[in-house]
């Protein structure tokens, strides 16, 4: 039934052409190293795009920060820029000025300058003459007019005139603001310088001085606490002249000649050697936002460590000065490798992913791949399967004509002597009658010729039985009387009847019609009825000597189809066609309906009668069966078999 597995199959043949080709493309290590690289690409994003990402955003506070820094130092710086000119018009300080060598109006201008100074929280105010010679200053007397303290009394104005020695020529020069370091402690003063001027002449200057010492500290205070960000403010000659982080002040931010820094140190205007750099290219630093740059190590303890830090840049130009932050990205990398983690695991994810989908397609093709094989191998059994159903339809039909022969074959012996026994009446009768003919007998000639035609008629019946059951079947169901079929095949198994001495018993109400086709419901009965002879032909005698009784019965059973419902149930019945015959053996039923099993010996059994005996039940809608006999209206309590199958009744005898 299977097909050869040589034939070609359009399907398989397809898939198993494409097959090496996917599983080459789906080599597991090729999948782990994409895999593999895919976590990788996703580790990359992640960390770049939350670098990224979170240096905006650290340089977006930054910003703000500056923005706050600037406003803070302008402000501060801002606070006393009315000053100079308002002390440039008081009587006092003009006075002075058109009598410079007045010891009494040098008090009065010390006095009111140390006011001021108090007042404002200034850290030394003072008045210098064309030439830069201290006149009058706040710090040697207290604003309550006495002397604030021994040292200062013997040596007035000494600290303006030191200050005054060493800023020279930038406080004659004119207008304006600038820094300069404390010259004792680093500090960082701011000074605003007045000229003051008589009849368009400029007879001396006013100099403020403000302490930004304070102001660093709480940018000290901020840098430590916010620890992240680190605050330079950078003047005009690009030197850190205040800073959050002490130790880089007076540093120069980027490269300088020796000439500059000489210069620079010449103006007097810084504290230390400016010699150290913290090597920041500021032209970069001002193009570039966002940029990350090296600067040496704050910390004391570890001089050589390098710190990679974003730096901002703002100018305060009205100050002159630039103000840089530098922001510490150490959070932004910590986010930013939790982030690669998180991409590469979901690399990974997405390339297990793609494998169990991979996978699934894989199986799927091969699912459709086995399907599609089945199919073509199901169509092909089928096609195979219709051919052989057509072969055996044939061949059935062919059979089922061979085993009528077969039993014609098996009948002529008998229905030649049934037919011989009345031709040879029919001759001796036929001769009898010319003799008595001749002696005018009329009467008992015609007694002859009444026996004569109910010879023929017998002889009539036989062949009409015999041409009818040769007759190849017509199907159609109709209603058919039992009694007479099984009349019919009484007729054709008379004489082995009568020959092998058996009774036979016919428990079927006359008037019993079934829906079947006459023909061959008389074939089936011939072969149970003939295979029952046969059962009982050679039976072995009896314990006591005496021959075993043959006895044949059938007889029906109406019943109900329960199988239908109510409405559409019609009445059935069993034919039973049992015998006293020797039985069979078990494993002999079992094989019972088996083509071809036959016990009987070689040229008198096909073993083909019960077969197809089932299949014309079967085509009548019934089942036939065989049980061993014994039950009461079998044959008595008589061993042997009973053959039996149900046919529906008629509907006018169902009632
Ligand atoms: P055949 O009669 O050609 O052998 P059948 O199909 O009619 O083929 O019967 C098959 C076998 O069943 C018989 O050889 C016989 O052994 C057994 N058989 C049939 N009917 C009976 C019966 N009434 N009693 C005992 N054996 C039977």
Redesign the pocket.
Known sequence: MNPPSSLPFPASAASTAASPAARRRLQPWVLACAGLALAVLGAALGQRLSERAGLAQLAAVANERLELYAAGLEAELGRHAYLPGLLSVDTDVQALLARPDSEALRTQTRIKLARVRVRSGLSLAFISDAHGRVLASSNNYNPQGSIADTETAQEPDAEARRLALRLGERLLSGPGQFFAAHEDNGSSDYFLVQPLRRAGQRWGQIVLKLNLAPLEATWVDQGLRSQGEKLLVVDGQGVVIMSSVPTWKYHMLGSSSAEQRAALRASGHYAGTLEDTLGLDMKALSQQQNALVQLPSWDPARPQQRHRLLAQELAVVPLGLRLVTLSDPAEVWRQARFVAWGGAALGAALSLLALYLLARRRAHAELERQVSERTAELQLSNAELKRQIAQRLQAEDELMQAAKLAVLGQMSAGISHEINQPLTALRALSRNSLLLLDKGRYTTVGENLGAIDAMVERMSQITRQLKSFARKAQSASAPVSLAAAVEGARVLLGHRIEAEQVRLELAIAPELRVNCEANRLEQVLI?LMA??L??MAELPLAEDGSPRPRHLRLSTAPFEDESKSPGERLGRVWVRVC?S????APE?MAR?FEPF????PPGQ???????ISAKIVHEFGGTLRARPAGRSDDVGSLP??C?EFDLELAPADYR
Not at 605 to 611: A, D, E, Q, S
């Open positions: 072969n295979n029952a046969d059962a015998d015959g020797a039985g069979m002999q019972l099993f036959t016990t009987k059994g096909l073993g083909l009668g019960l077969v042997g078999m053959f």
